[in-house]
């Protein structure tokens, strides 16, 4: 863990630290940063090394999920498998799952954070209940039930007689073994599946996902146009399929889904980044879901938002996550030519008024291309920042102390 005292400015607040973390000549990473991959009392946390900022080259022999010390950086390699993806650590900090996807057959895997006891918990080659639909890849982003008792990740099929192909949510029982299709058509190429953290009993069943209408894929089934029209729209369904809602953001002509969204720590509440025209600003939406309209996006009837950025002149935010209380949260913003920009956020009650204080941190330099994004994120206690930059030349992984005197 280098210290990186340069990183800071003198408009940056004092009592902050700034350290990178990673420096080989191979890109290192955050997991991106919705993804459940921190030990409850925030000690240890995954990343990845020989990955760029939004996963990693499944064929890439050099790719590795690390276990790391907040405490001294230091770090413990928990996978070696070619082709592993979907990580999470399990809510009580014992345990690691990810999937690794050979090319042919799907395995969800769990191993000990110590390392021990590796073994394999379920596995797949064809779509569950559609036998004809075989793997053709899968998506990076994984979540797990705040129980520990179901497992969510996005999967890519194809019909190999008829070339048709098909993108699902699939959710391993992690009691059974059990796996099952709970979404799927083309608008889910994009997912973002993350299960509400709340540890009540009904609402941690939620999973919010990602619709984005109007995308386009190439002949190899790779997606060339993320959403078009009115763009991404943002639901909620139950981890069975059922009860499908909606949150209302974007699809208005004006205001348009960025595709980053968080739930705010524990709570019922999420948050999502938008695109307005008019005025040309990036904001930061908080919201209840509502019953599904038809993707009437913020037109949704009985829809409930606040927006956290009111307060803030031209706001230009963009990745974003809150620690588990809900009542902090880091962001990047705009301008990317500039390096970006880095802002601790203090939040009031939900719901109640836009966000108390935004303190200005310092620039990250990154270059913010597709593959080098700052993607921020905090620590369950709120005390601890992650970003991504490779203002050293290739991306590397940092970390910020001292946010708990903000």
């Not at 030990?39 to 990693?56: E, I, N, Q, Y």
């Not at 939406?285 to 606040?306: M, Q």
């Amino acid at each position: 863990m280098i210290p990186r005292p340069d990183l800071l400015e003198p408009a940056s607040p004092g009592g902050i630290e700034v350290f990178q973390l990673t420096g080989e000549s191979a890109p290192s990473c955050h997991v991106y940063m919705e993804a459940p991959i921190f030990a409850p009392d925030s000690s240890r946390f995954v990343l990845h090394r020989s990955a760029h900022a939004h996963g990693s080259d499944r064929l890439d022999p050099q790719h590795r999920y690390v276990l790391v010390s907040v405490a001294d950086g230091s770090m413990t390699p928990l996978t070696s498998e070619v082709g592993a993806t979907g990580p999470v650590v399990l809510p009580d900090g014992k345990s690691f799952y990810y999937v690794v996807f050979d090319g042919v057959r799907v395995t969800l895997r769990r191993v000990g954070l110590d390392g021990a006891d590796r073994r394999d918990v379920a596995a797949f080659d064809a779509a569950p209940g559609e036998k004809r639909f075989r793997p053709t890849g899968v998506y990076p982003i994984a979540s797990i039930r705040s129980d520990g008792r179901r497992y969510a990740v996005p999967v890519y099929f194809r019909d190999s007689a008829s070339d048709v192909r098909m993108n699902a949510l699939i959710v391993f029982d992690l009691d059974t073994g059990v796996a099952a299709n709970i979404l799927e058509g083309p608008s889910w190429c994009n997912i973002h599946p993350q299960f509400c953290r709340s540890t009540d009993p009904k609402l941690c069943r939620d999973i919010m996902v990602q619709e984005n209408h109007g995308n386009e894929t190439d002949a190899r089934g790779k997606v060339v146009k993320l959403s078009g029209g009115a763009g991404a729209d943002i639901h909620l369904l139950r981890d069975d399929g059922a009860g499908f809602r909606d949150f209302p953001w974007g699809r208005d002509g004006n205001e348009f889904c960025q595709g980053h969204q968080c739930w705010r720590g524990r709570t019922a509440w999420a948050i999502t980044s938008t695109m307005n025209l008019k005025p040309d600003e990036a904001r930061l939406i908080e919201g209840l879901p509502a019953v599904s309209a038809n993707h009437a996006g913020i037109k949704t009837p009985g829809g409930v938002r606040n927006d956290l950025s009111a307060s803030f002149v031209h706001p230009a935010f963009n990745h974003f996550g809150t620690d588990a209380e809900g009542s902090r949260m880091i962001s990047d913003a705009a301008r990317w030519d500039e390096g970006g920009k880095l802002y601790f956020i203090q939040l009031d009650a939900p719901g109640r008024a836009p966000a108390k204080r935004f303190v200005y941190l310092f620039s990250p330099r990154c270059s913010c291309t597709s593959d080098h994004h700052i993607h921020p994120f905090l620590s369950p206690d709120g005390r601890t920042g992650f970003f991504n930059s490779d203002e050293s030349g290739v991306l590397q992984a940092y970390l910020i102390r001292g946010l708990e005197s903000l």
